[in-house]
């Protein structure tokens, strides 16, 4: 479990900036200019660091002075927050001892004794970890290792999506395909279920927005709607904001400025009696409340209008859809396979590299029929033709980490997934 530490680096940076500035400590060496003066440099030093830990994140697997360079960051960085937790602990019990001595001036006789600069228990640890640290940092550009301008990356769900698909790439989904098309097509015997709502549900990284790309830019679903959208809704239950990426979709657009009402009259007076294919794709929210209040535009539209939503949760589908929600299921094996040699042998033939072949069919095996997975980790292996790196990918033990180690990532994303964000 090595590669565990590298997930909490970030987080563990965060903890020591806290403790840095924390009151205790700052009491306790107040005072100390030299030693103040040290913290501050360090906390300058560990932001520095902070700001390219994503990049060297993502390239340890591809570069192995990278890969050392993260292996000594996480030792000076676990050494320092020992070291805090001593002056912690330390300004713990002096502020305790203090408390029971009610003369000032022996007091400040004990304090001053204690931490004179020449008897700092801590001043030449901090001066250890502040050279390696330097250390580190000066070999940031030789690595050519990105900073992101202090802005942290969060870990979100949020993401924008667009229609726009390369056919070519996608691979084993003609069957499921034709089944929604099937559906799109179909005509509602009652009047009072004017649109049809079809969820597509599965975890994440299974396919879901690529499926609906399909179908939404196919022929026969322009020649069957008069209107479409694609709008990404993400994390997004905002109704105005929602509204509102619906009509900017929509011929004519929409006025920034408006209210939600004027929005919810204009999308009202676009829909009518059109019939439109609207897909909502990456929904999360599972208020119903929220639905509702958008659900009675679309009831406008001509009969026979659809919506297609992709959505994680079975919980949503319940919520939106008008008949049977669509389980999308994994790739196959062979048809996972297509895919990761697709981005992994760029440039030559599979059949050229018999040992990567072996290697790789292993690795897709593993993906469990994860299509972003197979995609991501062979753009990994991109160009790459060092059997070396492909065996670190096939053993490495992220395959094996359960969902708990990394909980900003969401508990349906197989072991595959993290290990090819990593």
């Known amino acids: 479990m090595a590669m565990v530490g590298e997930a909490f680096l970030s987080a563990s940076i965060d903890v020591l900036l806290d403790k840095i500035v924390s009151g205790d400590v700052m009491r306790l060496i107040k005072g100390k200019k030299l030693d103040t003066a040290r913290l501050e ?36 960085v676990y050494e320092a927050e020992d070291l805090l937790d001593d002056i912690s602990t330390e300004a713990l019990r002096n502020k305790v001892e203090s408390e029971d001595h009610q003369n000032t001036r022996a007091i400040v006789k004990q304090v001053f004794t204690r931490f004179l600069p020449s008897s700092n228990p801590f001043k030449d640890k901090v001066e250890e970890i502040l050279g ?42 003609n069957g499921e395909k034709e089944d929604i098309m099937e559906l799109l097509h179909r005509q509602n015997l009652y009047a009072d279920n004017k649109v049809d709502v079809i969820p597509i549900v599965g975890m994440g990284g299974l396919g879901k927005t690529t499926l609906a790309k399909l179908i939404y830019n196919d022929q026969q679903v322009a020649e069957w ?15 105005s904001k929602v509204t509102k990426a619906i009509l900017q979709e929509l011929p004519g657009g929409c006025d920034d400025s408006q209210s939600l009402n004027q929005l919810q009259l204009k999308l009202k007076d676009k829909l009518s009696g059109n019939k439109f294919l609207l897909v909502l794709d990456d929904v999360w929210n599972e208020n119903p409340n929220a639905w509702e209040e958008l659900r009675i535009h679309f009831s406008f539209g001509a009969q026979n209008s ?30 996972c396979w297509e895919l990761f040699a697709k981005h992994a042998f760029v440039g030559t033939n599979p059949g050229m590299h018999p040992d990567l072949m072996a290697i790789g069919k292993a690795i897709v095996k593993r993906c469990d029929g994860l299509p972003l997975a197979a995609k991501s980790l062979g753009g990994l292996l991109r160009c790459n033709l060092d059997a070396a790196k492909w065996n670190k990918i096939l053993h490495s033990n992220f395959w094996d980490l359960s969902t708990d180690i990394l909980p900003h990532l969401s508990t349906d994303i197989l072991p595959a997934l993290k290990l090819s964000y990593y």
């Open 41 to 76: 440099k360090l906390e300058i030093i560990l932001k520095s660091v902070k700001a390219v830990l994503n990049d060297a994140e993502n390239k340890q697997f591809t570069d192995t002075d990278v890969s050392s360079w993260i292996d000594e960051l996480k030792d000076v």
């Open 225 to 239: 709607f008069e209107l479409k959208a694609w709008v990404c809704v993400s994390e997004e239950s905002d109704p």
């Open 132 to 173: 390696r640290l330097e250390v580190i940092v000066s070999q940031k550009d030789t690595l050519k290792l990105e900073g992101n301008s202090g802005a942290e990356k969060a870990y979100q769900r949020s993401r924008e999506t667009s229609s726009l698909v390369d056919e070519s790439g996608v691979y084993g989904r």
């Open 306 to 335: 659809k919506i297609i939503v992709t959505t994680r949760h079975e919980n949503v589908a319940a919520i939106m859809k008008t008949g049977q929600s669509y389980p999308l299921q994994t790739l196959s094996n062979d048809d």
